[in-house]
């Protein structure tokens, strides 16, 4: 077996021309398309950095597939209309189940996972799709019926993951760019994606992991220590990722993944304290904010929404406000706000956990109990509690109305919140009351509530 047949094939120029090449110039060739194998000459390009890169994102991306799922099951969207945000959903919602209210900071754990894995897999993405751009131009499309099975897996897979973080990306920043909702555009497109996934997956793992095994390839020297491209290629039978003509090298494959880790790092370090207590929140700086300032005293925690963004007026909140409480006989009763704090009071410590990662520290509410005021509303608790329908004075933007689950209206930690740490609830918090509810996403905390109806699960 020759020196050179395996680990580096013949010398560049014994190379018979690749396939779609320009014509040699001087005995080289010059490619000139980006389906010209010589078009690509970057030296770090092989199967095993593609391997690597490949299996970091196999784990990622599984851990944000799955945290997505139970986000969207957080929601309880079998519960409509309030909280059914992709109405065609048809089999893909089979995952669904009663979303728990133990441990309360269930939320804030996984959609912070979600977030904060997606943001730090962003540079590993970036490098993967370098790492693998030469055949997304690979001519011809398709050689054979597997082959173009793959390609067209390639594409979903390529537009779904871009897709799917961009949107997530700017969602988390409060950037609703979309064409439509972001809830029905981001689930669908997570499925689509996720089929193309699987197929990828399931032709390419046994390939990456026989590369793997096979161990590293030479690293590549730069400067003084510089060694021939022709020296430190790799194998590359079937992937056609090594470059044919490589350009000289100016780092070492130790030196990318070193770029690629550190930003991983870097963006970890700007977004978990986001969902963390202590001083890593001042450097979530990639946290949302939504321009909203976080108010003063017990009040000053983060808000996405203050009230004159809803179109809520302190006037509507007054002294003429009444929360009204329908129950299973129809009957509404309406109530202030000075006989809802005659009422007996209780005690919570919960966090505010929202979709776009960021949650806050356990705030102490205190208010009247979901389930007290299902007995005020004609039920029997030994017969077992209702969901509740939950309306708010909100008039823009989503969720003005959020429907609970029974387990949700039996804990005894969810309230009709009335002040947190001892104070009134700000304005912009929502003065006069919330809901406020263990492990619930932080759109079903509804602010401004103005009417609770009874039974709307049964």
Not at 33 to 45: E, K, Q, T, Y
Not at 109 to 126: E, I, R
Not at 219 to 237: F, K, T
């Amino acid at each position: 077996m020759g020196d050179h047949s395996i680990a580096a094939g013949p010398p560049p120029d014994e190379r018979p021309p690749p396939r779609g090449s320009s014509p040699p110039r001087g005995g080289r060739t010059a490619p000139r398309l980006p389906s010209d194998a010589g078009f690509w000459r970057s030296p770090l390009r092989g199967p095993w950095l593609t391997a690597l890169l490949g299996v970091v994102l196999l784990v990622g991306i599984t851990v944000v597939f799955v945290t997505g799922l139970l986000s969207y099951a957080a929601y309880n969207p079998d519960l409509a209309p309030a909280n059914d945000q992709t109405p065609e959903r048809g089999l893909l919602g089979f995952y669904l189940f009663a979303w728990p209210t133990d441990p309360h900071w269930l939320y804030r754990l996984t959609q912070g996972l979600h977030v904060t894995v997606g943001v730090v897999l962003v540079p590993v993405l970036l490098a993967k799709l370098w790492s693998v751009v030469p055949k997304l131009f690979t001519l011809p499309p398709a050689r054979s019926a597997a082959h173009a099975l793959e390609r067209v897996s390639l594409l979903l897979l390529v537009g779904g993951v871009l897709f799917e973080f961009v949107t997530g990306l700017l969602n988390v920043q409060l950037d609703y760019l979309f064409p439509g909702s972001f809830y029905p555009l981001h689930f669908y497109g997570a499925w689509v994606f996720a089929a193309a996934f699987a197929v990828h997956v399931a032709l390419r793992l046994p390939k990456a992991v026989r590369v793997l095994r096979a161990g590293a390839p030479d690293d590549l020297a730069s400067g003084r220590r510089r060694r021939p491209a022709a020296a430190v290629r790799e194998p590359d039978r079937e992937t056609g990722l090594v470059a044919p003509e490589p350009a000289g090298p100016t780092l070492s494959r130790r030196g990318a993944l070193g770029v690629v880790g550190g930003g991983s790092v870097l963006l970890l370090g700007v977004t978990v304290g986001q969902n963390l207590d202590g001083p890593l929140r001042r450097t979530a700086l990639l946290a949302p904010h939504g321009g909203t300032e976080p108010g003063s005293g017990a009040n000053a925690f983060q808000i996405n929404k203050t009230a004159g963004a809803v179109g809520v007026t302190a006037e509507e909140t007054g002294d003429g406000w009444r929360l009204t409480v329908e129950g299973a006989d129809g009957r509404k009763r309406r109530y202030s706000r000075a006989q809802l704090l005659a009422m007996p009071q209780h005690t919570a410590a919960l966090p505010i956990a929202c979709v776009e990662g960021w949650s806050t520290s356990d705030q102490h509410w205190s208010g009247v109990r979901l389930r007290d005021l299902a007995e005020l509303a004609g039920y029997d608790p030994r017969e077992g509690l209702p969901g509740v329908f939950v309306s708010s004075l909100q008039r823009s933007g989503a969720f003005r109305q959020a429907a609970l689950r029974d387990n949700q209206v039996r804990d005894p930690r969810s309230l009709l919140a009335l002040r947190v740490g001892g104070e009134e609830l700000s304005l912009d918090h929502g003065y006069p009351a919330r809901v406020i509810v263990p492990a619930a996403p932080g759109v079903h905390n509804t602010k401004w509530v103005s009417q609770l109806s009874f039974g709307a699960d049964r």
